[in-house]
């Protein structure tokens, strides 16, 4: 099962890879225009993918932030960017000393509000591929406002071009 959830996390950082490179080809005004989504903007769309994704990361290493760090530069795709990387780097790390038997372990955190729950590590790391494809979607559908062609973040399409895919 670990293989499953290491090879979900790869194709999570494929098809972000793929959305940053297109949201970069975006002017600043497009970039930041106001688009009347769940997050306004491609790029404060974005900074929420990243931040929930670190938010997650956290919550695995045993802490429950109530937010983003105060002090990372969420305002340009250059400091989305920068700071995804640095959660990429961690979140891979983690993954590479997880066992299949640290899947099933619960995990108990608070959520940004200050919530309890309890959840098991592999419904967590499930869904923060689900959560993140989910608003890359709607980064999809903010690139075709926009007039910009988006990539294909399809999971199949990461299979296909994987070697050996």
Do not use: C, K
């Amino acid at each position: 099962m670990i293989e499953e959830v290491r090879e979900l996390q790869a194709y999570d950082a494929w098809a972000t890879n793929r959305i940053l490179t297109a949201a970069a080809r975006l002017g600043r005004d497009d970039l930041t225009r106001d688009l009347g989504s769940s997050f306004p903007s491609v790029l404060d769309t974005l900074a929420h993918i990243l931040s929930a994704d670190w938010v997650w990361l956290e919550r695995w290493l045993g802490r429950s932030p109530t937010g983003t760090p105060a002090d990372w530069d969420l305002g340009t795709l250059d400091g989305v960017r920068a700071r995804w990387l640095e959660v990429r780097a961690e979140r891979a790390g983690f993954l590479e000393e997880l066992t299949d038997q640290d899947l099933q372990r619960r995990v108990d955190y608070r959520d940004t509000s200050g919530r309890p729950w309890t959840s098991t590590m592999a419904q967590m790391l499930r869904h923060v591929v689900n959560h993140a494809t989910y608003h890359r979607g709607q980064v999809v559908t903010m690139l075709r406002q926009l007039g910009a062609t988006p990539p294909s973040t399809d999971l199949i399409r990461f299979y296909r071009e994987r070697p050996g895919g």
